[in-house]
């Protein structure tokens, strides 16, 4: 089975801070994924990245960048974190037609 | 644009009944289409996914059917137990993107 690891399930950060939320898998996906989700809000996508050193805005970037130097590992950078960044994020990978796996999510509080 | 629609956006069933949840999307040029479940402060656990050549996927009591042409994805439940309350997500992924649905949550009363 592939596994999608996200190295934090809750963190607390303050305003301000540099945060850096990780993501590993483990089977050679080409495809990786960062949304956030919100009540009433459903899934937002981030960025997302289709190969090493590759990453593409999604739908709600400002904020945000990412780094993917390795294959296996895509993360996720709030510059200067604020509160309206308090949220759940969700890594993804996936590869062709197979669908995507989701990591077990990341609880985020800013305060 | 790709729209997804699930309702209802809640459901409360007695054990031991069998359900429907239902999905509807807009436009029928997809991939393939997924059916995710998420616990209360959890990610999303993958349940089935029925690629767009297919009809429908089962995995022990679940059953997810889709026609692309009326852009509707139903997700059947058999004998419904209290472990299976949860948010369920559909998803339609068209293009480069997946598109989700809002979820439907699931309360199954013992």
């Known amino acids: 089975d592939v596994k999608v690891t996200q190295s934090s399930r809750y963190l607390v950060k303050r305003t301000g801070e540099k945060v850096f939320l990780e993501c590993v898998q483990d089977m050679d996906h080409e495809n990786m994924f960062w949304y956030r989700q919100d009540p009433g809000l459903g899934l937002r996508l981030i960025y997302f990245?289709?190969?090493?050193?590759?990453?593409e805005k999604g739908d709600i970037p400002e904020g945000y960048s990412v780094s993917r130097e390795k294959k296996e590992r895509f993360s996720l950078i709030l510059e200067s974190a604020s509160t309206n960044q308090t949220s759940m994020y969700l890594c993804?990978?996936?590869?062709?037609?197979?669908?995507?796996?989701f990591g077990s999510g990341t609880r985020l509080t800013v305060v | 644009k790709q729209e997804v629609t699930q309702i209802p956006a809640a459901l409360s069933v007695p054990e031991g009944e069998n359900l429907v949840l239902n999905c509807s999307f807009t436009?029928?040029?997809?991939?393939?289409l997924q059916w995710f479940r998420q616990d209360p402060g959890k990610g999303l656990t993958s349940l089935l996914l029925i690629q767009s050549s297919q009809r429908e996927q089962t995995s022990g009591r679940l059953n997810a059917s889709l026609d692309k042409s009326s852009g509707r994805s139903t997700l059947y439940i058999a004998a419904s137990q209290p472990g299976d309350s949860a948010t369920y997500l559909c998803?339609?992924?068209?293009?480069?993107?997946?598109?989700f649905g809002k979820g439907t949550r699931l309360h199954i009363l013992p």
């Open positions: 993804a990978s996936s590869f062709d037609d197979y669908g995507y796996t």
């Open positions: 990245s289709y190969d090493v050193k590759m990453k």
């Open positions: 436009d029928s040029a997809i991939y393939n």
């Open positions: 998803a339609v992924e068209a293009g480069d993107k997946i598109i």
